[in-house]
C-alpha cells in the first residue's frame, strides 16, 4: 500500500516549491519526476526499519518450599530507534496474578473463568523487590494508573539513538498457582513464563504497553539472553536455548538413554523429596525475544535429532513429560522432529540448536510457544498430542523467528501457523478423516464419516458466520469474541490460507514464503509488509484476498444456477469476488478440473466435451464457502439439484447434499391435556439454515385429541445493516382448556442488532408481535370467539457479569386498550459475580380505553396468572386454574408469572387500568443456600382511596431459587394491610400463599442455537 503520509514534511515543501514555478506546458515532465521522487522516499522510509536491541543476562534461584524465586537481572538496552528516548516502559506480568482488579481477572470473568478472580491469597502471585538502576545509578519509577503488571521507568539521562545503557534490579516472584494461567507451579511442578522484568517494544509505531492477558498474547525485543538457573540438585530442567553446563547435559543423556530402553512406565506420579544440595544450570540463546524454564523432579527425558532440509544442519530435540501421560509421549520426538523438518522445509530452516517439548500442568489452553520450547497440558489421545506439540513448535516460525506483534495481529502468528497445522495434517495423514478425532460413536450419530479431517476447520468458520456473528479476521487478540478468538483467529485463518494455496498452488506459495521468511526473520514485521510481499511477489492479483477475505466480513458464496448442454451457469451471491475451481465427476471420479476466474455477479462458462455426471464447485472443500448446498449439480434428470431426503433422530452435521428432518420423541404436560406423547420434527441443528422449522404434535390423553405447536422462520443476516439477524416467523397452538381449547396464531419479527463494540455481553434487539387467537375473556365463560393483539418489545441487557442490567421497554395494545410499561432491573454482585443484591423497578400506563374495555387487561401489583396471560405467550401447567376459585386447593394456580407489579403474593390489590409503579430487591444470604430474601412496594392510581387500600402497598419474602431464572418458589414472611385483607380470604393455609414460577420458555434449544455466544 503506497503511503504518502510517511513522506517527510520537508520534501512535500520542496515538490510545492517546484510545482508553483512550473508552467502548465512543463507540467507533464514533471509529473514523472514527482512520482519518481516519492517513490523514492517510500522506498527511503522503508529502509528505515528499527528495532531495539535487548540483551538480559539473569540469576535466578527456586525456592521451592514456598514457590517463590529470587533474581536478579542485568538488561544490556540499546536504542537503534531515530528517536530521543526520556523513559523506558516494562512489563512485571507477574503481577497480572496479583488481585481481582487486573486485566487478566476482568478478562477471565468477562471469559467466565474465575480461576483467578476465586482463588486465595495463596495461590495468587506477583513480583516484587524491584530496585531499577541505570548504569549503577537508581533511576525513578512508578506503576501504571490501569495496570500494576507495567511499569515506567524515567531516565536520568535521555537516551540518544544509536547509544546502549545497562539496566539491572533484583526482583523475586511469588509463583502462583498453576490453575489460573501460564506462569504457575503445581505443587513441585513449575512452569516459568513470562517471569523476569522486560522492556516493552518500542518500534515505528510508539511503544507497545500492555497488561498480560490468557486471549492475547505478547510482543517483545530481540536480543541475546544468558540466564543461570539455582535450584535442588534433583530437578531436571527444559528451558529455552543452549544448555551450557556439561554437567546438566551429561545427566540428560543418561536420562534418555534411560528412558529410552524403558519398555513401559509406571503409574507413579508422586513428588519425590528435594535434594538438600543445589546445582546451577546456564542456559544461553542468541536472536530470541523471550525465555522460558520448566522444572520437575519426575521427569522422563528423550533425546533424538532432526537433519534440516536446506543447510543439513542437524537440531537436537528433546522431551521431557513425567509418567501421567507417558504412553502418548513416547512418541514425541517424532513429532517434535517432523514439525521442525515440515515447518523448515516449506518456510525456511530451523536457525537454533535445540528444540524441546515439555508436558505441564497448562492452563491456558492445549500448548503454549516459547523461543525453542513449548510446554504441553493434556491431551485425549496421541493424534492429538501429535497435533498440539507440532502446532507449538511451528511457532517458532510464527511468532519466534518472525517476531509479529501477537497481541495486536494473531492472525500473523496463530492464524498463518494453524494454516501449517492444517497442511502438516494433511501432508502426514492425508486419508485422515474427521470421525478419527471426534470418536465412532458422536461422528455416527453427526453423521460425518465423509468428511476429511479439515473440515473442523470450516465447520466452526460456517457456525458462526451463518449466524452473522464472524469477525474480521485481522482483528487485535481483545478485539474478538471468545469463542471468536479460536473459531477465526485460528480455524478461518487456516482455511482461508489453504484457499490461497490452493489457487497459487505448492510451489508458488512456498517460494514466497521463503522470501517473506528471509526478509524479515528476526524482525518485526507488520501486517502490511506481509500483505505487500505477497502481492508485489505473487503472478496472480490477490487484492480479493487480502483487501476482502482477510481483513473485511465479506463471504465467499457461489452458485451453480443452472446446466443446460455444456454451458454452467454460476452465480455470485456472496461478496467477495474471488476465483473458484469447477470438478467435473464421472459418477466419483473426476474427469476434468479448472480453476475459473472471479465473476462478480453471473456468469456462463462453458465446459470441455468431456463426459460426466455432476458438477462441483470446490470439490476439494478448499474455499471457505458460507452455503455449499448449491455448490453442485447434475447432468441429467428432471431434478438437477435433486437431494436426498431423510428422517434423522436428534442431528446431525449439515451435508451439501442431503435433505434432513430430525425427530426425537417428546412428552408433554398440563391439567387439562395430560400427559401428552408425540414427536418434534424440525430441519435445523447446525449450522443455521434460512429456513427452519419445527412441528409438534403432541396425543391429548386427557381429552383424546390432537394437541401441539409448529413454527416457521424465515432468517435474513444481513451483513451491511446494524442487525446481526431479522427473524421473520409465523407460529402455531392449540391446547386444551377443559372441554374447550384455545388456537393461537402469532406472526412476529425479531430484529436484533449487531453489537457495536466485542462486549459480547450486549443484547440489544426489537421484537413485533401479532396475535390471531381464542379470546380468553369468552374463553373463561364457554364461548369461543378471536381477538387481534399487537405488542412491541425492545430490549436492552448487559448480562456482564460485573454488575449486570436490563431494560425493558413495551407496549401492548388489543380492541378496547392500548398500554405501555417499563422495566429496568439492576444487579450489584458480590461474591465471585454469582450473588449480588437485585433491583427491579416497573412502571405502567395505559395510553387508551375504550368503554367496553375488559379488565383482565389490567397491570397488577402481582404477577399475571394464567387466566391473566392473554396471549398465551408462557406455559402454564393449569392455565385456568384460579386461586381465588379453586380456595387454594389446587396447587396449579399458584404458579404465576413475575411481571407488571412483581409482587409474589396473590392479591386484587393493585389492578388498575390507569397507571402504576413498583419497585423490588432481593439478595443472596451468605453462604450456598439457594435463598434470596425479597421485599416489593408499589402504588397505583387510585391508591389509598379507599378503606381496603393503602397508598403504598409492600410485601417482604424469601426465594427458593431451584433452577436459576427457570423454576423458584416464594415464600411470603410479611406484607402491608391491604394486601392481607385481600388474601386472607382466599387462602385458608399458609402453604396456600405459597408461589412458584416455571419458566419454560427460557429452555427453548432452537432460540439459544441462533443467540449462543462467548
Same mark, same amino acid.
Given at each position: ?8 514534511? %520537508? ?6 516549491? #517546484? ?212 535450584? =535442588? ?105 517432523? &514439525? ?10 530451523? %536457525? ?9 500442568? *497448562? ?161 518485526? %514485521? ?63 471420479? #473426476?474427469?476434468? !478440473? ?58 446431525? &452435521?449439515?451435508? =451439501?447434499?442431503? !435433505? ?14 395430560? #400427559? ?20 409438534? %404434535?403432541?396425543?391429548? !390423553?386427557?381429552?383424546?385429541? *390432537? ?208 397507571? #402504576? ?98
Amino acid at each position: 500500500m503506497f503511503r504518502y503520509t510517511f513522506l517527510p514534511k %520537508p520534501y512535500f515543501v520542496a515538490i510545492f516549491f #517546484i510545482l508553483s514555478d512550473i508552467n502548465i506546458s512543463k507540467m507533464r515532465r514533471f509529473i514523472s519526476f514527482v512520482l519518481m521522487l516519492i517513490f523514492f522516499m517510500s522506498s527511503l522510509y522503508s529502509q528505515n526499519y528499527f528495532q531495539q536491541e535487548v540483551n538480559y543476562k539473569i540469576n535466578v534461584r527456586l525456592d521451592d518450599s514456598n514457590h517463590m524465586i529470587y533474581a536478579d537481572e542485568i538488561i544490556e538496552y540499546t536504542n537503534n530507534s531515530p528517536d530521543t528516548l526520556t523513559f523506558l516502559y516494562f512489563h512485571l506480568w507477574p503481577n497480572g496474578y496479583k488481585n481481582n482488579n487486573t486485566a487478566l481477572a476482568k478478562q477471565q470473568i468477562n471469559m467466565m473463568n474465575k480461576k483467578l478472580y476465586s482463588s486465595s491469597s495463596e495461590d495468587k502471585g506477583y513480583i516484587d523487590g524491584l530496585d531499577f538502576k541505570i548504569n549503577g545509578d537508581s533511576v525513578h519509577w512508578e506503576y501504571d494508573k490501569n495496570n500494576i503488571d507495567i511499569c515506567k521507568i524515567y531516565l536520568n539521562e535521555p537516551l540518544l539513538s544509536g547509544e546502549k545503557i545497562k539496566i539491572a534490579t533484583p526482583f523475586y516472584v511469588k509463583i502462583p498457582s498453576g490453575k489460573i494461567s501460564r506462569l504457575g507451579h503445581y505443587k513441585e511442578s513449575y512452569q516459568l513464563s513470562q517471569w523476569y522484568p522486560k522492556p516493552a517494544v518500542y518500534d515505528s509505531k510508539g511503544w507497545h504497553h500492555m497488561p498480560y492477558l490468557d486471549m492475547g498474547e505478547f510482543y517483545s525485543e530481540y536480543g541475546n539472553y544468558d540466564v543461570s538457573i539455582t535450584l =535442588p540438585e534433583n530437578y531436571i530442567v527444559g528451558a529455552t536455548g543452549n544448555l551450557e553446563t556439561k554437567s546438566e547435559i551429561a545427566i540428560l543423556d543418561s536420562l534418555a538413554k534411560k528412558t529410552d530402553e524403558m519398555q513401559s512406565f509406571t503409574k507413579d506420579i508422586e513428588f519425590p523429596k528435594s535434594s538438600e544440595k543445589v546445582k546451577t544450570i546456564r542456559y544461553t540463546e542468541k536472536k530470541i525475544h523471550d525465555f522460558a524454564w520448566f522444572a520437575d523432579k519426575r521427569f522422563n527425558v528423550l533425546k533424538g535429532n532432526v537433519v534440516l532440509p536446506h543447510s543439513k544442519d542437524t537440531v537436537t530435540t528433546w522431551a521431557f513429560f513425567t509418567n501421567y501421560q507417558a504412553r502418548l509421549w513416547k512418541n514425541a520426538l517424532e513429532y517434535i522432529n517432523d &514439525a521442525v523438518y515440515y515447518y523448515s522445509l516449506w518456510i525456511g530452516d530451523y %536457525p537454533y540448536k535445540n528444540c524441546s517439548a515439555v508436558e505441564g500442568a *497448562l492452563s491456558a489452553g492445549g500448548g503454549m510457544e516459547y523461543p525453542t520450547i513449548t510446554i504441553i497440558g493434556f491431551t485425549s489421545d496421541a493424534h492429538s498430542l501429535e497435533q498440539v506439540i507440532m502446532h507449538e513448535v511451528g511457532h517458532n516460525w510464527f511468532y519466534g523467528i518472525l517476531g509479529s506483534n501477537e497481541r495486536d495481529y494473531p492472525w500473523m502468528d496463530e492464524g498463518i501457523n494453524s494454516f501449517y497445522e492444517l497442511r502438516y495434517l494433511e501432508n502426514k495423514y492425508p486419508n485422515r478423516m474427521l470421525y478419527q478425532s471426534v470418536g465412532g460413536k458422536l461422528s455416527q450419530f453427526l453423521d460425518i464419516y465423509q468428511y476429511p479431517q479439515r473440515k473442523m476447520y470450516e465447520i466452526g468458520y460456517q457456525f458462526n458466520a451463518r449466524r452473522n456473528l464472524d469477525q474480521e479476521c485481522t482483528l487485535a487478540s481483545e478485539e474478538f469474541y471468545a469463542m471468536n478468538y479460536g473459531v477465526i483467529t485460528y480455524w478461518k485463518n487456516a482455511f482461508v490460507f489453504n484457499y490461497l494455496k490452493h489457487y497459487l498452488g505448492n510451489e508458488e506459495f512456498d517460494r514466497i514464503m521463503k522470501i517473506y521468511f528471509e526478509k524479515w526473520k528476526f524482525k518485526h %514485521p507488520m501486517p502490511d509488509d506481509f500483505i505487500q510481499l505477497f502481492k508485489d511477489n505473487a503472478k496472480e492479483d490477490l487484492n480479493w484476498f487480502f483487501d476482502d477475505l482477510l481483513q473485511t466480513r465479506k463471504r465467499v458464496d457461489y452458485k451453480i444456477s443452472s446446466l443446460r448442454q455444456n454451458e454452467l451457469t454460476v452465480k455470485n451471491i456472496g461478496q467477495i469476488v474471488s476465483p473458484f475451481r469447477v470438478s467435473l465427476l464421472n459418477n466419483d471420479s #473426476i474427469v476434468y !478440473s479448472f480453476w475459473n476466474k472471479a465473476i462478480s455477479k453471473k456468469d456462463c462458462i462453458n465446459l470441455p466435451n468431456v463426459n460426466f455426471t455432476k458438477a462441483v464447485i470446490d470439490l476439494e472443500e478448499a474455499m471457505p464457502d458460507v452455503n455449499k448446498k448449491n455448490n453442485y449439480i447434475y447432468s441429467t434428470g428432471l431434478f438437477k439439484k435433486r437431494k436426498q431426503i431423510g428422517l434423522k433422530f436428534l442431528g446431525s &452435521a449439515e451435508n =451439501p447434499e442431503k !435433505s434432513k428432518i430430525y425427530f426425537a420423541p417428546i412428552i408433554g404436560f398440563n391439567y387439562y391435556d395430560k #400427559i401428552m406423547p408425540g414427536f418434534l420434527f424440525y430441519n435445523s441443528v447446525f449450522p443455521t439454515k434460512k429456513i427452519e422449522y419445527f412441528i409438534m %404434535p403432541l396425543f391429548s !390423553s386427557g381429552n383424546t385429541t *390432537l394437541s401441539g405447536e409448529a413454527k416457521i422462520n424465515y432468517n435474513i443476516f444481513p451483513v451491511k445493516t446494524p442487525f446481526q439477524y431479522i427473524a421473520i416467523s409465523l407460529a402455531g397452538a392449540k391446547y386444551s382448556i377443559y372441554e374447550n381449547s384455545f388456537h393461537k396464531l402469532k406472526f412476529e419479527i425479531d430484529a436484533k442488532f449487531k453489537n457495536q463494540s466485542i462486549n459480547k455481553s450486549i443484547e440489544n434487539r426489537i421484537v413485533i408481535r401479532n396475535y390471531y387467537l381464542t379470546n380468553l375473556e369468552n374463553l373463561l365463560f364457554d364461548s369461543v370467539s378471536y381477538s387481534f393483539y399487537h405488542n412491541v418489545h425492545y430490549t436492552y441487557s448487559n448480562f456482564r457479569k460485573f454488575n449486570p442490567f436490563e431494560i425493558n421497554l413495551n407496549i401492548d395494545a388489543g380492541k378496547g386498550f392500548v398500554k405501555s410499561s417499563f422495566e429496568g432491573k439492576y444487579k450489584f454482585t458480590y461474591e465471585n459475580y454469582k450473588k449480588g443484591f437485585e433491583i427491579r423497578v416497573f412502571a405502567g400506563k395505559f395510553l387508551y380505553n375504550s368503554e367496553t374495555y375488559y379488565g383482565n387487561y389490567n397491570f397488577r401489583l402481582s404477577g399475571n396468572t394464567g387466566w391473566q396471560d392473554y396471549t398465551y405467550d408462557n406455559p402454564f401447567l393449569g392455565r385456568m386454574e384460579n386461586i381465588s376459585t379453586t380456595n387454594g386447593e389446587h396447587i396449579l394456580s399458584q404458579q404465576f408469572m413475575k411481571n407488571d407489579g412483581g409482587f409474589t403474593t396473590y392479591t386484587y390489590v393493585g389492578q388498575t387500568n390507569n397507571w #402504576i409503579a413498583t419497585i423490588g430487591v432481593k439478595t443472596n444470604i451468605p453462604g450456598k443456600l439457594p435463598i434470596k430474601l425479597y421485599a416489593n412496594a408499589g402504588t397505583f392510581a387510585g391508591a389509598g382511596s379507599s378503606t381496603s387500600s393503602q397508598i403504598v402497598a409492600f410485601e417482604t419474602g424469601i426465594e427458593l431459587y431451584i433452577i436459576p431464572d427457570i423454576f423458584a418458589v416464594y415464600f411470603p414472611v410479611s406484607m402491608s394491610k391491604d394486601i392481607r385483607q385481600e388474601n386472607a380470604p382466599i387462602t385458608k393455609t399458609y402453604i396456600e400463599k405459597v408461589r412458584f414460577t416455571l419458566n419454560i420458555n427460557k429452555l427453548n434449544p432452537f432460540k439459544y442455537a441462533k443467540d449462543f455466544i462467548l
